[in-house]
């Protein structure tokens, strides 16, 4: 069984600070990990995706990938009130193309 | 810029009954998927879709499902005898070129209650 694991929270963050969202994942086959925002009702949104081990970065987002560790994060920096919504960690594994999604972790942005 | 459009955007039909959920997938794309999400829980993969086949389908996706490219801009989930436990949110989504490094657009979902 292919897990993909989060913590639900909620994370509580101020305005402003750093919010850190974490992600782990069973398979060492997986390859690729897309990270998604999900507002109360809605569809999922894409905010990025990342395939190779280190740091990519786009604009107030940092994703974070270590396949020996079969961990990835979500960094997101000067975190505003928009950005309280349920982030939800989905990882791509060796064959196909479908999407296996953790759980969500909601994070709070306090004005 | 483009987007997945679905619809109806609410559904109620009652248990025993065939429901149809249809999608319009973004123009250019050519592999097609729906997941479901149950109210508090994770979103799950059902089926991928691609040239007019499905190629790939979760133990979810059984004989009471099925999937269908009727014209060269619909794609629709059928369901052909509900249950209480198909009450859930529907996704449609699509992608360019599929495989595992291309990146999947979602629809804003069907919400389906069986009564």
């Known amino acids: 069984q292919k897990e993909v694991e989060q913590n639900s929270g909620p994370l509580s963050v101020p305005e402003g600070a750093i919010a850190s969202l974490n992600c782990t994942y069973s398979d060492r086959g997986s390859q690729s990990f897309f990270w998604y925002r999900q507002y109360s009702g809605k569809s999922p949104e894409l905010i990025m995706f990342i395939y190779s081990n280190g740091d990519k970065e786009d604009g107030r987002f940092t994703a974070q990938l270590n396949k020996a560790s079969q961990y990835v994060s979500l960094l997101i920096r000067d975190s505003q009130p928009s950005d309280s919504a349920t982030y939800l960690c989905a990882v791509v594994y060796n064959a196909g193309n479908m999407l296996t999604f953790g759980g969500g972790t909601r994070l709070m942005v306090k004005p | 810029e483009p987007e997945v459009t679905q619809t109806p955007s609410h559904q109620v039909t009652q248990m025993g009954q065939e429901v149809i959920l249809r999608c319009v997938p973004i123009?250019?794309?050519?592999?097609f998927y729906w997941y479901r999400q149950i109210l508090g829980q994770k979103v799950e993969f059902l089926v991928s879709?691609?040239?007019?086949?499905?190629?790939?389908k979760s133990e979810i996706f059984d004989d009471q499902f099925s999937v269908e490219r009727p014209d060269g801009s619909n794609f629709t989930l059928k369901i052909r005898s509900t249950k209480l436990e198909d009450s859930a949110m529907y996704f449609c989504?699509?992608?360019?070129?599929?495989?595992?490094?291309?990146?999947?657009?979602f629809g804003p979902g069907t919400r389906l209650t069986v009564l």
């Open positions: 123009s250019n794309h050519l592999y």
């Open positions: 989504a699509s992608s360019e070129r599929g495989g595992r490094t291309d990146t999947q657009y």
């Open positions: 879709f691609y040239n007019n086949e499905i190629s790939e």
